[in-house]
């Protein structure tokens, strides 16, 4: 019927679906083809969702660099777009994914801005994920 949005919004969905069944090399290449087709008909929101779903993705996959890289491109195009609660998930999850990798100042710098937002927000749970993520990093963080 010619409903480009509802037809990138499946998509992305038939995605998520996959990811959520641990279907990861079906979920990547669903979630880039829905963020291509955001990205055709205007939609950064949409297209910011599908990079940080890969992102999210891609490091259930051992993928981390790769993992890391989209999820530093939806946080700077939720930034864009101004959508704080998004930019807030994506540098606690950066944080989380660079502590992994022993990056503990990244981590560090990613999580505080997570909670910072957060508690703008009034997302109190949320901080306190963070709170607590921040206390488990290496006091004396050597990179």
């Known amino acids: 019927i010619g409903h480009s ?8 969905s038939l995605g998520d679906v996959l ?3 641990s279907r990861y090399t079906e979920a990547v290449p669903m979630l880039e083809e829905a963020k291509l087709a955001f990205e055709a008909i205007g939609n ?13 993705v891609l490091m259930q996959q051992d993928r981390r660099e790769d ?17 704080g609660d998004d930019v807030a998930q994506c540098s606690e999850l950066l944080g989380n994914a660079l502590r992994i990798q022993q990056r503990y ?4 710098s990613k999580l ?4 910072d937002i957060y508690l703008e ?3 109190l749970t ?13 006091t004396e963080a050597v990179e």
């Open 5 to 12: 949005l509802g037809a990138a919004q499946c998509t992305q």
């Open 19 to 21: 990811h959520m069944q």
């Open 44 to 56: 950064p929101l949409g297209a910011a969702q599908c990079t940080q779903s890969l992102g999210i």
């Open 67 to 83: 993992g890391i890289l989209r999820l530093e491109q939806a946080e700077v195009q939720f930034l864009a777009i101004g959508n």
């Open 105 to 108: 100042n990244e981590a560090r």
């Open 112 to 115: 505080i801005r997570a909670r």
């Open 121 to 123: 927000l009034g997302f």
């Open 126 to 138: 949320d901080v306190e994920d963070c709170v607590n993520a921040l206390a488990a990093l290496p």
